[in-house]
């Protein structure tokens, strides 16, 4: 299964580790997150800046999203029917 983020990019549901709402306050331990990984080069950011409203910490990359964590957590997780 894979999930859209937003601006074209695709990623497999199963290297998902967390998806996090980082809509306005952000609390401290994701600015520290966020941080860490611009540090080590693995953030993505796949948003306009100042409309990031998801964070998806991956197993080797981070990524900002500008489709919130609820429709991202619902696109991950929703089983489509075959017909």
Request: charge should be positive; aromatic fraction near 6%.
């Amino acid at each position: 299964m894979y999930i859209h983020l937003g601006n074209n990019h695709i990623i497999s549901a199963q290297s998902v580790v967390a998806i996090l709402n980082i809509e306005p306050p952000i609390a401290e331990d994701l600015i520290d997150i966020i941080d860490t990984a611009k540090m080590d080069k693995k953030l993505i950011n796949i948003s306009k800046k100042g409309k990031e409203k998801a964070l998806i910490v991956c197993d080797n990359k981070v990524y900002l999203s500008p489709i919130s964590s609820t429709t991202l957590y619902k696109r991950a997780f929703s089983h489509y029917k075959e017909v």
